[in-house]
């Protein structure tokens, strides 16, 4: 399959879908050791007609949860993004890709926490998942979306930081649109990122390599149209943050200029 096919694929998902069944499912990794990170080998794992997969707990929705669930099921950008991305499913699903485990209707998997480092919100895909809940529920997916905190220098922003300051919902969509990519790309995504040499990061200043530039170009034009349809929705100032350093407001301001 074509990339150019594939992107077609992509900018033909504008057909928003129900609402109510983008459904948000809060998960949390199961650790061999509970004191230790959750990276992958400290992750519980299950096989499942002879493949691996990551075992994860379905958390209930109360308290904080709930909180986030309701943001999410508030943020229009949040949702029509999550209807883009069940589109880009149920597309990648007709043509016989199926480059995922994740159908149309599989529910949004969210970790939040600082369990899986300190990267800020991020998508990971091809994260062979199976998440079960008390109550014997199951949920098979490639997708995990995580709330982290971002740590730069010597300040943490916790994603509750973003919310306050109106800049959550662009950047979970921005995230969300990485998702959308691996929906369609399946482990080729991994094969892109592989190649991607330079590991410089896509900082405006920075000149990176063909390989990131199309991961993270496509990830942010797409994030620009969304903004442009959900303006309403985010902060045009920039993030006041009173415990950040002179260093990360420096470097706020630079990034910014240099857009
Ligand atoms: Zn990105």
Redesign the pocket.
């Known amino acids: 399959m074509s990339i150019l096919f594939r992107l077609i694929i992509l900018l033909s998902c504008v057909v928003l879908v129900q609402q109510s069944a983008n459904e948000v499912v809060f998960v949390e990794a199961e650790l061999i050791d509970p004191e230790m990170p959750a990276l992958p080998r400290n992750i519980r794992k299950v096989v499942v007609n002879d493949q691996k997969l990551f075992a994860f707990r379905i958390l209930p929705v109360k308290g904080d949860l709930a909180d986030w669930r309701t943001k999410f099921s508030d943020s229009e950008m949040i949702q029509f993004v999550f209807g883009l991305r069940r589109q880009a499913r149920l597309q990648a699903s007709k043509v016989d890709l199926k480059p995922s485990a994740d159908s149309p209707d599989t529910p949004f998997l969210v970790y939040v926490g600082s369990d899986m480092g300190l990267g800020g919100p991020a998508v990971a895909s091809n994260f062979r998942i199976m998440a079960t809940s008390d109550d014997g529920r199951q949920i098979r997916s490639d997708s995990l979306m995580v709330m982290a905190p971002l740590k730069i220098g010597s300040s943490i922003m916790q994603p509750i930081d973003f919310y306050n300051q109106k800049y959550l919902a662009p950047l979970v969509a921005?995230?969300l649109f990485?998702g959308l990519m691996g929906d369609l790309y399946g482990t080729k995504m991994i094969e892109m990122k592989a190649r991607s040499y330079s590991r410089k990061g896509?900082a405006a200043d920075r000149i990176t390599d063909e390989f990131l530039a199309f991961i993270?170009g496509t990830?942010e034009a797409m994030e620009l149209v969304a903004l442009e349809v959900h303006a309403s929705e985010v902060s045009n100032t920039l993030i006041d943050y009173p415990h950040l350093t002179d260093e990360l407001r420096d470097l706020f301001v630079d990034s910014r200029g240099n857009d």
């Open positions: 921005h995230e990485h896509h993270e990830a």
